[in-house]
């Protein structure tokens, strides 16, 4: 059983602490338009600072060749210290004289940001000597950083491997672990899954491993279509990835031979057009026209599934079931959205959700505050549900006995 040091052990007081996050946040017109990250990691920041820690923020933003001040941190520090509601130094590099300084003249409690992580080549290479650099200004590390810990970056993984730092997950980051956990390694049953989104292909390893895991698996969004057309359906110009198809039923036949059930789509919301308020209608699945598209699920659908919540005890969701992004298409997300909160605030279902689309979308039904746990993460929930265990994750576990013995 894996098992992560925790922060309440940690001595912080008078050590300079780093803390790897998650500052990705996007932007608008130069200030931070969604905080959600930054949200999430107010408690660790908080706590470390409180407890006399020198907090030193590390992170990545956007994905630059090499210094580029669009993607500075700079304004991203600025949010960071509204919502600590203390003040944030800011250094202008992650490395060398000008963020060592910065580092000596820290007192206990105060809290530094490093400047963007990917200014150096050093980051994505996940270099040895670039890691090193981080490494030496800091006494212990914490990694608070769930989104980005899929990627094996020097910030993330070899600042760890290549030092002698011990490394905790951070409370945000320790609640992600959690929730992981209780949805996958020891979750009430029955547990149900939906898959949604447009693709198959960015989702077959997912679909695979959730086979193994669910007793029911719902499938929604475009990539369902695929799923259709395997079954033989007529779904006029819907979208569908035809050298998926035989993939698709690979997948339903193998899940009939597990004994698990999966939940596709038996009505539909169809248009000429994919745009907000394209004229539509409510079909059954056998009266798509040919220069008709699917891009929601329809009234008998969404029944069904609100059915299977219902007698579910543990729900897994990544990615929504329509275009929801165009009104009235969203109606089947928003709708079993609101189902999900509500057993969940009933005390009926446990709720885990996650994805970049997933969260908008859950956003748009007003129901994150009450699913159980909604992730930061979206490669990183993803690699997650399909069983990895990612880089960033992997060094921040206690090494076992067995293990050490073995190597
Ligand atoms: C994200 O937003 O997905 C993480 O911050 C990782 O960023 P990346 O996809 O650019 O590696
Ligand atoms: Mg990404």
């Known amino acids: 059983m894996p098992t992560f040091r925790s922060l309440d052990d940690a001595d912080v007081k008078g050590k300079r602490v780093l803390v790897r996050v998650d500052l990705n946040v996007p932007m608008q017109d130069g200030k931070v338009a969604d905080s959600t990250r930054i949200e999430e990691i107010v408690p660790t920041i908080v706590e470390l600072a409180d407890k006399g820690g020198k907090v030193i923020l590390l992170s990545h933003f956007g994905r630059p060749k090499g210094r580029d001040p669009k993607y500075s941190l700079r304004p991203v520090a600025a949010e960071v210290a509204r919502l600590v509601k203390r003040p944030v130094g800011f250094a202008d590099d992650c490395v060398g004289p000008n963020a060592q300084a910065a580092i000596a003249a820290m007192k206990n409690g105060e809290i530094v940001c490093l400047e963007n992580t990917r200014f150096h080549p050093g980051e994505e290479k996940n270099d040895r000597e670039f890691a090193e650099q981080l490494a030496a200004l800091g006494d212990i590390f914490i990694n608070d950083a769930f989104s980005a810990a899929h990627r094996a970056h020097a910030s993330t993984t070899t600042i760890v491997t290549a030092s002698k730092l011990l490394a905790y997950p951070g ?114 699945l056998d009266q798509i026209a040919a220069d008709e598209m699917i891009l929601d699920i329809g009234p008998r659908t969404i029944e069904h599934v609100i059915s299977v919540l219902a007698r579910s005890k543990t729900l897994v969701w990544n990615g929504p079931f329509g275009a929801f992004e165009h009104e009235p298409f969203d109606n089947g997300t928003v709708e079993v959205a609101e189902a999900a909160a509500e057993l969940t605030a009933g005390g009926k279902l446990v709720s885990f959700a996650g994805g970049g689309d997933t969260v908008a979308a859950l956003n748009l039904a007003s129901v994150k505050e009450r699913m159980t746990h909604v992730s930061t993460g979206g490669g990183a929930f993803l690699e997650s549900l399909e069983g990895k265990t990612l880089p960033g994750v992997k060094v921040l576990l206690i090494p076992q006995p067995s293990q050490t013995a073995a190597g």
């Open 171 to 284: 409370r945000a980051m320790k609640a992600e672990l959690d929730a992981l956990e209780h949805a996958f390694e020891h979750p009430q049953h029955p547990v149900t899954a939906i898959v949604g989104g447009a693709k198959v292909s960015t989702k077959l390893e997912l679909l695979g491993n959730l086979l193994t895991k669910v007793e029911s698996l719902i499938i929604g969004g475009a990539m369902a279509n695929t799923f259709l057309v395997a079954q033989g359906k007529q779904i006029g110009k819907s979208l569908v990835e035809k050298e998926l198809v035989g993939a698709a039923a690979d997948i339903m036949n193998r899940a009939r031979a597990l004994g698990r059930e999966i939940v596709l789509p038996v009505d539909a919301v169809v248009a000429q057009t994919l745009a907000t308020n394209a004229p539509s209608r409510v079909v059954s």
